[in-house]
């Protein structure tokens, strides 16, 4: 399970961080991707980091603009996103998957589990 924090009201070309704490499992042992899903749209992978850190992969539509991390000894995961655009509001979600092949050069794929309840990001004109 997750717990998502840190979304809120922000204008265009601003910034906000949002993060995720894993509860009952540590954030290490397993690939980590944030989502975000738009009303009416289709949940979208935005990025993920994979067990050891190493490697990291982003949407096209974020890429250069947010910036994934995670910090052990909190147990949590971050996601910070500079230069908000209207187009970048949704609720924010993070998962947990089991093999860093899922964690792909245009960001997570494929089976994603323990997903919380998400964090609203507004973004204005």
């Known amino acids: 399970l997750f717990v998502e924090a840190g979304g809120g009201l922000v204008q265009h070309g601003g910034s906000l961080r949002v993060s995720c704490e894993a509860r009952?499992?540590?954030?290490?042992?397993?690939?980590i991707g944030w989502f975000r899903q738009a009303p009416g749209q289709a949940r979208e992978g935005v990025s993920c980091?994979?067990?050891?850190?190493?490697?990291?992969h982003y949407a096209d539509s974020v890429k250069g603009r947010f910036t994934i991390s995670r910090e052990n000894a909190a147990n949590t995961v971050f996601l910070q996103m500079n230069g908000l655009k209207p187009e970048d509001t949704a609720i924010y979600f993070c998962?947990?998957?089991?093999?860093?092949?899922?964690?792909?050069?245009?960001?997570?794929?494929?089976?994603?589990?323990?997903w919380g309840v998400g964090t609203q990001v507004t973004v204005s004109s």
């Open positions: 980091i994979t067990k050891s850190g190493a490697e990291t």
């Open positions: 009952g499992f540590t954030v290490d042992s397993y690939t």
């Open positions: 998962a947990a998957a089991h093999f860093d092949a899922y964690c792909l050069e245009g960001g997570p794929r494929y089976e994603y589990t323990s």
